[in-house]
Nanobody, 123 residues
Framework: QVQLVESGGGLVQAGGSLRLSCAAS????????MGWYRQAPGKQRELVAA???????NYVDSVEGRFTISGDNVKKTVYLQMNSLKPEDTAVYYC?????????????????WGQGTQVTVSS
C-alpha cells in the first residue's frame, strides 16, 4: 500500500508565498514522476508542476517563474514552493505519484493521489 501525505496549504494574501510538501510511504520500489495538480471550484483538475526521477521539470504556463517544484529521492518527498501567489491560484492542490512496487511477485505500476490541501489566496 502506498500513501501520499500532503502538508503546507493555507490562507495567504496576494503576493505571498506558501510551500507544499508531499511525502510518499509504503512498499515503493521506485517513483517515476511526482507532481502537483490543482482543482478550483467548477473547474477541471489541472497539472501545475511535475518532476521526474531524472530531474526533468514541467510547469503549467500560468505558474512558470513563480512556482518551483523540487524533490528528495531519499525522503520520497516532493515540494512546491509557490511565490507571488495570485487569487487565481486558489484551489485544492493534490499530490500525485507514478509508483512502481512489487505485489504478489509481480512488478506493478500505479498512480497515487494525496488527500488534497487547500490553498486560498486573498486579494
Amino acid at each position: 500500500q502506498v500513501q501520499l501525505v500532503e502538508s503546507g496549504g493555507g490562507l495567504v494574501q496576494a503576493g505571498g508565498s506558501l510551500r507544499l510538501s508531499c511525502a510518499a510511504s509504503g512498499s515503493i520500489l521506485s517513483i517515476n514522476t511526482m507532481g502537483w495538480y490543482r482543482q478550483a471550484p467548477g473547474k477541471q483538475r489541472e497539472l501545475v508542476a511535475a518532476i521526474t526521477s531524472g530531474g526533468t521539470l514541467n510547469y503549467v504556463d500560468s505558474v512558470e517563474g513563480r512556482f518551483t517544484i523540487s524533490g528528495d529521492n531519499v525522503k520520497k518527498t516532493v515540494y512546491l514552493q509557490m511565490n507571488s501567489l495570485k487569487p487565481e491560484d486558489t484551489a485544492v492542490y493534490y499530490c500525485n505519484a507514478d509508483v512502481r512496487y512489487w505485489s504478489g511477485g509481480y512488478l506493478q505500476r500505479d498512480d497515487y493521489w494525496g488527500q488534497g490541501t487547500q490553498v486560498t489566496v486573498s486579494s
